[in-house]
């Protein structure tokens, strides 16, 4: 057991964050603080596209393919240092859609595609949810019918996040519909600007927009099918572990967490006394620190297991629920630390940190449902954590 | 960054494993609990332990242990708590054993810590004092400068096997910012035990000091260094309990798991009900935040600290799992005997000495809210910054 970084990682841990304290720019900042953090107005294309010509975009990929061949826990490390700044790095694209691109699509999407990724030009946007496939994903409808050298694919997919900015849907469709459920879905690259495609916004809570789309007779090439046909969901599949650990990186609040104790240690209250000075903060921040080590080892632990091909199933579904809810209850903590404050938003006068947390607050409520829902990922732990029989949902 | 054991740690808590499994029975612990007030120790056992070698997991080979460190020494913790053995390894190996070792003299280890490994003497800590809580500072127990030595008088409680013990190391106040580490020996002139009944039974006693002449000879260390030294001891002991704490925990958890998938109620085993499932995931995920936390604590403890910063480092890894040990502790005690309804209190059933063992540690050395208050206070003065 060592809990300390190698003198290697350390120097990796100083380069991302030297890179990204350049790379944030105030002007950047403000940009992306009018987009409710999701990125795709001038200066976040201009950034990405400087990642890409400084090769920070695939850092986890093979050399051949433009990375740097990272480890799991280097690149858990590098998510760290983006998610510790704000920006709205695209994780799926980069860590899940682009790997299973570069290694299952047909010669010309590789060509067509995965060059933008590396590149930081190309942006995908995941068609998965249905209206009536969540959680339950297998269950989607979805039609992809093979019609001479095309796929002719007929359906409906919601929460279609970014679609609005993306130049690729990677689409989830029921290939085999007499199959089981799980062995007639094929995975497929559309252009957003094929004939039938659409979309209409929908916009949600915490102010973020995201989509739902709507394919009628899309016709896309036979080889825009990627990975072997009725193969999909082992395809979905293979990355999710990787993108829990994402979802769930401490990063997303260790900066945060320092930069409010600054504020609590510099700020007075109407008595003349600072805000830390209350018994109740403190108790507030002990909470809320020893809670965020236990998300720090829990997500280490997980990038280690998966550079020594040691994953544990329960281990990444228990990192998911415990770092998601954690989430939640830590950007209550802080509301109450900074008071009335935390619900004035950041276009409002008078703003201070809270303005970070309102929109943290307000924007967290998709994590403990979205990438799999927790009381679903709560069954995985009792079954493969614990050898407890699961109920009839999953037979 | 790295997660899994060493062989050599491997084989001790494989070997640590298998002696307590096998020998530590229903069967013995049931006999155990026919005891008299005082007396649930099982020293056949711990004499089994000591001829493996493992009372020595961290002496020094020159003293007749295996010269591992401390990290290596909890490992033999978590197994005596997944199999809640009636022994004081905590006190005697991971307290007592510990400090003698960084702090002693060449002649007091040589006095003491050969024969901690063989299993011949016995040594135990006294730090609390009445009130005290994770703040173990000295403040009753008073040392006066005497000829060749010092005067302790003064009582300390809650500890651990005091009436079984051939040593017991004593903390006391020399002056208002200094300290003293003393180590008693029970037959010494003024020195007397009032027993104290534990929840899990476990001997404990006060030890009531009247004017008990201490030679140098007997003074672990004083002054500035003194504090250093009881920082350490209490360090090395609270990261025990949270050793102990994670095995006892995910003994008691397992052990639900397992009930609940034979147990059939509606015709149906009960853990298939999602009711059931989640509170266990819950505990699955209470265990591990437990058990990650306590291993960086012991192995930060492993290191030498250089400088401040590595000190607060390992101070505050310390107190964060020992707030997880207290928090897991009570949710795992209660999950486990709630899942068992009626079976779970049931003595003819192994899992009460188990909620007893875990609510004991939960609140032995400082409360998860007095470690809170504690944290709390060293966030406002530098903040524990998240790197």
Known sequence: MDFHLTDKQCDLRNEFRAYFDKLMTPELVAELNQTTGEGGGPLYQAAMKKMGDDGYIALSWPEQFGGRGLSALEQYMFIEEVARTGFPFPFLTTESVGPMLRDHASERIKHEVVPGIVAGTCNIAIGYSEPDAGTDLAALKTRAVRDGDEWVINGQKMWTSLCHMADYVWLAAR????????????????????????????????????????????????????????????????QLNRERLALVNVGFFSQKYNVLVDWAQTTSLLDGRKVIDQSWVRTHFARIRTSLEALRLICYKLAWQM????????????????????????????????????????????VNIGATIENLYRT???????????????????????WMPIGSRMS | ????????????????????????????????????????????????????????????????????????????????????????????????????????????????????????????????????????????????????????????????????????????????????????????AGVSFTTENTTTAEPQSALNLSA?????????????????????????????????????????????????????????????????AQRAADGYIDVECLRLCSQQAACLLSDKPVGLDAQRAINDA????????????????????????????????????????LRQMEFSMGSSQQHLTDLGDRIADYSVAMS
């Not at chain 1, 459920?181 to 004939?195: C, D, N, Q, Y």
């Not at chain 1, 679903?376 to 009792?382: E, F, G, H, K, M």
């Not at chain 2, 994770?134 to 010092?150: I, W």
């Not at chain 2, 949710?331 to 909620?355: K, M, N």
């Open chain 2, 212 to 276: 008990v002449t201490v030679p140098s000879s007997q003074v672990i260390t004083q002054g500035s260094v003194a504090n250093d030294a009881i920082q350490f001891g209490v360090n090395c002991l609270v990261t025990a309990y949270c050793a102990v704490q994670t095995g006892a925990s995910d003994a008691a958890l397992r052990m639900t798991a397992k009930y609940t998938s034979e147990r059939k109620q509606f015709n149906t085993v009960i853990a298939s009900f999602q009711a059931v």
């Open chain 2, 318 to 357: 310390v107190t964060m799992a020992k707030i997880w040990a207290g928090d897991t502790g009570h949710r795992i005690s209660y999950t486990a005997q709630h899942l068992h309804g009626g079976t779970g209190v049931d003595r003819e059933y192994p899992l009460w000495r188990f909620c007893l063992l």
């Open chain 1, 364 to 386: 967290a409520s998709i994590i403990t449902f979205g990438g799999g829902a927790n009381e679903v990922q709560r069954d995985i732990i009792a079954a493969a954590g614990l």
């Open chain 1, 175 to 238: 290939t085999d519909p007499d199959a089981p459920k799980h062995r007639g879905i094929s995975m497929f690259i559309l252009p957003t600007t094929a004939e039938g495609f659409s979309l209409s916004p929908v916009h949600t809570l915490g102010g973020v927009r995201t989509n739902a789309t709507y394919y009628e007779d899309v016709r896309v090439p036979a080889d825009a099918l990627v990975g072997e046909l009725n193969k999909g969901w082992k395809l979905i599949t293979s």
């Open chain 1, 307 to 350: 550079d020594s091909n040691e994953l544990n199933m329960a281990d990444a579904s228990a990192a998911k629920v415990y770092g998601t809810e954690l989430f939640v209850e830590i950007y209550r903590l802080a509301g109450e630390i900074i008071g009335q404050h935390s619900i004035l938003k950041r276009d409002s006068e008078n």
């Open chain 2, 1 to 188: 960054m790295k997660f899994s054991l060493t062989e050599s740690q491997n084989e001790i808590r494989q070997l640590a494993n298998k002696i307590l499994q096998e020998q530590v029975t229903e069967e013995r612990l049931r006999s155990l609990d026919q005891c008299e007030n005082g007396e649930r120790f099982d020293r056949a056992l711990w004499q089994q332990l000591a001829s493996a070698g493992l009372l020595g997991i961290a002496i020094d080979e020159a003293h007749g242990g295996m010269g591992f460190d401390y990290f290596a020494l909890t490992l033999l913790l978590e197994e005596v708590g997944r199999s809640v053995a009636a022994v004081p390894a905590v006190t005697s190996l991971a307290g007592a054993a510990m400090v003698l070792t960084e702090y002693a003299s060449d002649t007091q280890q040589q006095q003491w810590l050969p024969a901690v490994a063989s299993g011949e003497s016995l040594l135990t800590v006294a730090f609390s004092e009445a009130m005290s809580s994770s703040d173990l500072t000295p403040h009753s127990m008073q040392a006066t400068p005497a000829e060749d030595g010092y005067t302790l008088t003064g009582t300390k409680h809650y500890i651990p096997y005091a009436q079984h013990a051939d040593g017991i190391i004593v903390s006391a106040k020399l002056n208002h910012n200094e300290n003293i580490l003393v180590i008693i020996e029970p037959g010494q």
